[in-house]
């Protein structure tokens, strides 16, 4: 995966998948030579900086079928349009479902978000603050020192989990940090007095 950052402002995110064998493989359309891919798959997409996808295409280089493997391609422009932290995995899965489109190609539709979110932070977002990904560093609600709410990525692996090590030294003001629990949004939906209090994280993948 690579990301680009373009002159106008918008961001490129390219993924490829491709796989080769160390000797021929006889594939149903023939015989794939040692060193030549048996897949090169290509994901690019364009975003611009609320992670929104304003542009895609799909190509396949090398594939088992060749082109009619790369007859579903256009399929992938139906990911115009969704957010990369609002449901993403979710809502290309329903779209590109099945036979819909390439199996490996959708599956790289899962590290988008993951690539995006790596070439956004520090640079379109501040990972130190309380500011969700989708909002600019340089957006008012970014500078509020005192948001409330700790920064995107903790809480979200082992190593940055709220009563860790790695929290207690980098982000000391956050260690011993309660979540809100699964439970606690249920009874907040039964609340909606509550509910209106708070706000979910964008992303729910």
């Known amino acids: 995966m690579e990301a680009f950052e373009r002159d106008d402002g918008l961001w490129d995110i390219e993924a490829c998948l491709t796989d080769e064998k160390p000797r021929d493989v006889k594939l149903a359309t023939g015989v794939r030579p040692q060193g030549l891919p048996i897949h090169e798959l290509w994901l690019r997409i364009t975003i611009d900086r609320s ?57 790289l539709c899962a590290v988008l978000p993951t690539a995006a979110i790596q070439a956004f ?32 990525q903790l809480g979200r692996c082992n190593a940055l989990r709220f009563d860790g090590e790695a929290v207690r030294q980098y982000y000391p003001r956050w260690f011993g940090h309660a979540p809100r629990s699964a439970a606690d949004r249920i009874v907040d939906k039964d609340n909606p007095k509550k509910a209106g209090s708070e706000v979910e994280p964008a992303q729910q993948d």
């Open 121 to 152: 932070a520090g640079e379109v977002w501040n990972t130190e603050k309380g500011g969700a990904p989708g909002k600019p560093a340089d957006s008012s609600a970014d500078k509020e020192t005192d948001s409330g709410k700790p920064p995107f």
């Open 51 to 107: 992670f929104t996808i304003v542009d895609a295409e799909a190509a396949s280089e090398w594939a088992p079928y060749a082109g009619l493997c790369a007859a579903s391609n256009p399929a992938y422009r139906a990911l115009i349009g969704l957010n990369l932290v609002q449901n993403f995995r979710r809502e290309s899965s329903r779209l590109l479902a099945g036979t819909t489109g390439c199996t490996h190609l959708t599956e």
